[in-house]
């Protein structure tokens, strides 16, 4: 089960990465990762399927990265209809490991970066 705690120690290590509020975090300024309650709408459109617990909500490359996520592990990603056509998920944090979170995280983090820095940044973390 992956913490708060978990996504602030992967995030700051992403270069360029800042927490900018609390359970905020951008990388070069760009939206990453963020805390995302569930709101009225999400509990009316996702009804005995909504979740407990805390929520993060995470940019991924596209729109196919979300929709795959959320199709091969729905007991951790899920979307809500604000969501759809927008390349994020939302991750039971309470469910999901900590690698896995942080294989999520860095590829997030690859996707919102510059090219060049992505690539550094593969250089040098095989």
Do not use: S
Not at 12 to 22: C, D, M, Y
Request: aromatic letters at 8%; hydrophobic letters at 50%.
């Amino acid at each position: 089960m992956a913490t708060w705690e978990d996504v602030r120690a992967i995030t700051a290590a992403l270069p360029e990465t800042v927490e900018r509020a609390p359970r905020e975090w951008r990388a070069r300024d760009k939206n990453l990762a963020w805390e995302r309650p569930l709101r009225k709408a999400d509990y009316a459109a996702l009804g005995d399927a909504a979740p407990d617990g805390d929520i993060l909500g995470v940019r991924v490359a596209d729109v196919g990265v979300a929709e795959a996520l959320c199709a091969d592990d729905p007991a951790v990603y899920f979307r809500t209809p604000h969501f759809a056509g927008y390349p994020a998920v939302l991750v039971r944090l309470g469910v999901i490991e900590p690698d896995e979170l942080r294989e999520l995280l860095v590829d997030a983090w690859l996707a919102r970066v510059p090219k060049r820095m992505a690539q550094a940044y593969l250089d040098a973390h095989p």
